[in-house]
């Protein structure tokens, strides 16, 4: 029984990613090749695999262009150029894919076309310093940002601040060319000046969200096979609080049912030591100890890109079995959960969430199973 719902689990949170992948989602939305020049230019952690599609879907067509994604999120391409950086944190690497991507939409005309694919990840990926911050400065705000549990849309907006390229920038440079941005949306609320920091965003501009955190959930309800609640697509706040809050719904519902949700979640470290584990471990942590053994709920959670946080894992799994499974190895889930050492805790059962890299992002997952 525990296998069979671990199982059934696995199956909705491979639903809702494979609703987000490039190859499904681009072609439905791409523009056809313009009389003119085509450009693609891009950046995210699905970037790559975008760029593949958009391939795929134009044949023969005349085009170029160059994009960034996250180091081992690469794919084959043809024509366009798939450059390489680091995530959440920027390296030079990041700099130059800026300057290289801007340098691909210079010098265009009114009848020329550009093709924007922006994913989730490009904040860190697009790292062009603006006039009086370098390069190390970016990285001293990022670091800061990602330890302080800021919402992504605060973040977001201190890095436009801080950039040479987003939050429009990139945009302005492709004029007079015709733009489109197609992209994959990772921000609670779906807002294109927030996704990837709005490189491509303005206003009246042609931006089409191809895939949403909503769109995910709805893909991984349909798979469920039971009756299905989804709690919202846009949830923040603390891992460890909504785990608590999510647990106390769980334990009031009546079974069969699946309690879906997606959102960004962050993760306070403080001042304290810290041990392994990103936002989908530190929530199911805090929901398995809260729930305390309860018989009847199995739950999920994982970034949908594949990478909880800057682990190689996407998240992991908990049963009516993992507290005792834990003390049996002489694990305290309580207190990995207040050293945020959740990787380990998980390791160490056995029950990590390994999907490798997904090639799209549309955040995280969430399944709770009552039976």
Same mark, same amino acid.
């Given at each position: 029984?525990?296998?069979? +719902?671990?199982?059934?689990?696995?199956?909705?949170?491979?639903?809702?990613?494979?609703?987000?992948?490039?190859?499904?989602?681009?072609?439905?939305?791409?523009?056809? @090749?313009?009389?003119?020049? *085509?450009?693609?230019?891009?950046?995210g952690?699905?970037? &790559?695999?975008?760029?593949?599609?958009?391939?795929?879907?134009?044949?023969?067509?005349?085009?170029?262009?160059?994009?960034?994604?996250?180091?081992?999120?690469?794919? @084959?391409?043809?024509?366009? +150029?798939?450059?390489?950086? &680091?995530?959440?944190?920027?390296?030079?690497? %990041?700099?130059?894919?800026a300057?290289?991507?801007?340098?691909?939409?210079?010098n265009?005309?009114?009848?020329?076309?550009?093709?924007?694919?922006?994913?989730?990840?490009? %904040?860190?990926?697009?790292?062009?310093?603006? @006039?009086?911050? /370098?390069?190390?400065?970016?990285?001293?705000?990022?670091?800061?940002?990602?330890?302080?549990?800021?919402?992504?849309?605060?973040? *977001?907006?201190?890095? +436009?601040?801080?950039?040479?390229? +987003?939050?429009?920038?990139?945009a302005?440079?492709?004029?007079?060319?015709?733009?489109?941005?197609?992209?994959?949306?990772?921000?609670?609320?779906?807002?294109?000046?927030?996704?990837g %920091?709005? @490189?491509?965003?303005?206003?009246g501009?042609?931006?089409r969200?191809?895939?949403?955190?909503?769109?995910?959930?709805q893909?991984?309800?349909?798979?469920?096979?039971?009756?299905?609640?989804?709690?919202?697509?846009a949830?923040?706040?603390?891992?460890?609080?909504?785990?608590?809050?999510?647990?106390?719904?769980?334990?009031?519902?009546?079974?069969?049912?699946?309690?879906?949700?997606?959102?960004?979640?962050?993760v306070?470290?403080g001042a304290?030591?810290?041990?392994r584990?990103?936002?989908n471990?530190?929530?199911?942590? %805090?929901?398995?100890?809260?729930?305390?053994?309860?018989?009847n709920?199995?739950?999920l959670?994982?970034?949908?890109d594949?990478?909880d946080?800057?682990?190689?894992?996407?998240?992991?799994?908990?049963?009516?079995? /993992?507290? &005792?499974?834990?003390?049996?190895?002489g694990?305290?889930?309580?207190?990995?959960?207040?050293?945020?050492?959740?990787?380990?805790?998980?390791?160490?059962l056995?029950?990590?969430?390994? /999907?490798?890299?997904?090639? /799209?992002?549309? *955040?995280?997952?969430?399944a709770?199973?009552?039976?």
């Amino acid at each position: 029984m525990e296998d069979n +719902k671990r199982l059934i689990l696995r199956r909705i949170f491979g639903a809702a990613t494979a609703a987000a992948n490039p190859a499904l989602c681009v072609p439905a939305y791409l523009p056809p @090749p313009s009389p003119g020049r *085509n450009i693609v230019i891009g950046a995210g952690k699905a970037a &790559a695999a975008m760029a593949a599609a958009l391939e795929a879907a134009w044949g023969d067509a005349d085009y170029e262009g160059v994009v960034v994604t996250r180091y081992g999120h690469a794919v @084959p391409t043809q024509r366009i +150029k798939v450059l390489q950086a &680091a995530h959440p944190v920027p390296d030079e690497a %990041s700099a130059a894919a800026a300057h290289e991507i801007l340098a691909a939409v210079r010098n265009l005309s009114p009848q020329d076309q550009v093709v924007a694919l922006i994913s989730g990840g490009a %904040s860190a990926l697009l790292a062009l310093p603006a @006039p009086g911050v /370098t390069l190390a400065d970016k990285i001293l705000v990022n670091k800061a940002l990602l330890a302080s549990g800021a919402p992504i849309s605060t973040m *977001n907006r201190i890095r +436009k601040a801080l950039s040479g390229i +987003k939050g429009g920038k990139l945009a302005a440079a492709c004029a007079p060319a015709r733009l489109i941005t197609l992209a994959i949306s990772d921000v609670p609320g779906d807002d294109p000046a927030i996704i990837g %920091s709005g @490189p491509t965003w303005a206003e009246g501009a042609d931006y089409r969200l191809i895939a949403t955190p909503m769109m995910a959930l709805q893909a991984a309800a349909r798979e469920a096979g039971m009756p299905v609640e989804i709690l919202g697509d846009a949830l923040e706040g603390e891992a460890a609080e909504l785990g608590r809050a999510h647990a106390a719904l769980a334990l009031r519902a009546k079974g069969p049912k699946l309690l879906l949700s997606g959102g960004e979640t962050s993760v306070s470290i403080g001042a304290g030591p810290a041990g392994r584990g990103g936002r989908n471990m530190e929530y199911l942590l %805090s929901l398995a100890v809260t729930l305390n053994s309860a018989a009847n709920i199995w739950a999920l959670a994982g970034d949908s890109d594949g990478i909880d946080g800057t682990e190689d894992a996407a998240g992991a799994l908990i049963g009516p079995d /993992t507290l &005792a499974r834990a003390a049996a190895l002489g694990l305290d889930a309580a207190d990995f959960l207040v050293r945020h050492d959740s990787y380990n805790f998980f390791a160490a059962l056995g029950d990590l969430l390994v /999907t490798g890299p997904t090639l /799209t992002n549309v *955040n995280d997952i969430r399944a709770i199973l009552i039976a």
